[in-house]
């Protein structure tokens, strides 16, 4: 129940192109999904993050889709560029400072 | 600046070796965290602390040990006891009157040789 799973693990791209990223999760405790990216030898940074009383967050390029009843949320990066190839990671936690729970990642190639 | 400092950067242990993570943050935060990923394994919880003195086990806490004697400090001892400890660890913390938004140290590769 505490886990959520990403897809896919890896992912090319073109630039230009549309990149989605999708989570699920199980435990309908959780309140609060986060999306991190993490460039290579870095520690990742917040990228954008939504709670269940939206169904939809935009901030530029990066668009959260959230679906309460489908228990799934998923990551759309419009216009993507080589600059946003990184390693992406779903999250989710429970209310509090409970401590985030991560997917296992996906790896974005943005080729020109 | 603000922020979370890890050092050291890179260390390499010898097996049957004690080593310790260091980890401060000066963002006031009240929670700090430990983290250990390997490549396709997502970031695993270690450790866990939400106020001064107190820590929790997070999922792979066998073979690790932490302390928080100072609400900016949260080091992170790997153990012998730690069969696989080769990772890359990474230190965290949340400011506890927003939720949940976790802010990333820059890591610390741990390699046994």
């Known amino acids: 129940q505490q886990q959520v799973k990403q897809s896919p693990q890896s992912l090319i791209v073109q630039k230009g192109g549309i990149s989605i990223i999708n989570c699920a999760y199980e435990n309908t405790a959780f309140d609060y999904f986060p999306w991190y990216q993490q460039f290579p030898g870095k520690g990742p940074a917040l990228l954008i993050a939504i709670r269940p009383d939206v169904s939809e967050k935009k901030e530029g390029r990066f668009t959260i889709s959230f679906n309460k009843s489908a228990k799934q949320f998923s990551l759309h990066i419009m216009d993507s560029q080589p600059g946003d190839s990184a390693t992406y990671f779903c999250a989710a936690s429970m209310k509090g400072n409970t401590p985030l729970v991560f997917g296992k990642g996906t790896r974005l190639s943005v080729i020109a | ?113």
């Open chain 2, 1 to 113: 600046d603000g922020g979370i400092t890890q050092s050291p950067k890179y260390l390499f242990r010898k097996e049957g070796q004690n080593v310790t993570l260091s980890c401060e943050q000066n963002l006031n935060h009240d929670a700090m965290y430990w983290y250990r990923q390997d490549p396709g394994q997502g970031l695993r919880l270690i450790y866990y602390s939400q106020i001064v003195n107190d820590f929790q086990k997070g999922d792979i806490a066998e073979g690790y040990s932490v302390s928080r004697e100072k609400k900016e400090s949260f080091p992170l001892t790997v153990t012998s006891a730690q069969k696989n400890p080769t990772a890359f660890y990474l230190c965290a913390s949340t400011e506890g009157s927003t939720g949940n938004t976790i802010y990333f140290g820059e890591g610390s590769w741990l390699t046994v040789v």
